[in-house]
């Protein structure tokens, strides 16, 4: 991964985000015959790849003996554009042990899937006291948002029918809209301003009918228009 990551960053001028997690889904680990082991370890695991990957990014000669991983001296060449290196996000939620790692290792957080300002607000509370632990201050992490669903449409007619399209199962409406980015461009406007106001800086979104343009031409004029 630090070897990928360095190459695509000097391949793109620097412009490499690099994000990493745990892992969640134990059904791709199942698919690839990838073992699947306890929270605690994946954990673990990633805390070692991220010391790794930054070592190798900024040192001629890295070397690392983990539990889990070892290098000795790992060519990694070229090294990145972006100085000292990439920015390193690392995505979950996990309060005892992923919102530590954040604390130590990140340069951005990433919260997501059905989420609230609330909550959002509520997840930074918790990573700020391991900032504190750690000696490090919450200021200098990087807050973002990544979004399952961002539904937009002109008019309500439209909404609905797209809510009605692309809500899954199981979950209510009120649910669907409360944890995504849902309504027309002024109600979509107002939700990212709520998470700005939380300390939001960067989100990342999925259209859910984002093959065809309306929905991106709709979001670019009228939601990004407002940002400017």
Not at 72 to 77: E, F, R
Not at 82 to 100: A, D, F, V, Y
Not at 134 to 151: A, F, N, S
Not at 171 to 196: H, M, T
């Amino acid at each position: 991964m630090a070897k990928i990551g360095a190459t695509l960053d000097v391949i793109s001028n620097g412009r490499l985000n690099f994000g990493i997690g745990a892992g969640w889904y134990k059904l791709e680990y199942d698919a690839y015959g990838i073992p699947y082991p306890k929270d605690s370890v994946r954990i673990a695991q990633l805390r070692e790849a991220v010391q790794i990957i930054k070592k190798m990014w900024t040192e001629d000669e890295p070397s690392f003996h983990g539990q889990y991983y070892t290098i000795d001296k790992a060519i990694n060449s070229p090294k990145p554009i972006q100085k000292p290196h990439p920015p390193i996000l690392i995505g979950g939620e996990g309060r005892r042990l992923t919102l530590r790692a954040v604390a130590e290792l990140a340069d951005r957080c990433n919260f997501g899937g059905p989420i609230t300002p609330q909550h959002y607000n509520e997840l930074l509370e918790v990573l700020n006291e391991h900032c504190k632990r750690v000696g490090r201050k919450i200021d200098q992490i990087e807050k973002t948002l990544i979004v399952d669903y961002t539904v937009i449409a002109r008019n309500r007619a439209a909404l609905k029918e797209k809510i009605r399209k692309f809500k899954p199962k199981g979950v209510s409406k009120a649910q669907f809209i409360e944890g995504n980015l849902v309504g027309i461009p002024e109600e979509i406007i107002s939700r990212i301003e709520e998470f700005i106001d939380v300390g939001v800086t960067y989100i990342m979104m999925r259209f859910p009918d984002m093959m065809k343009n309306e929905p991106l031409q709709l979001f670019a004029y009228k939601v990004m228009a407002a940002f400017r």
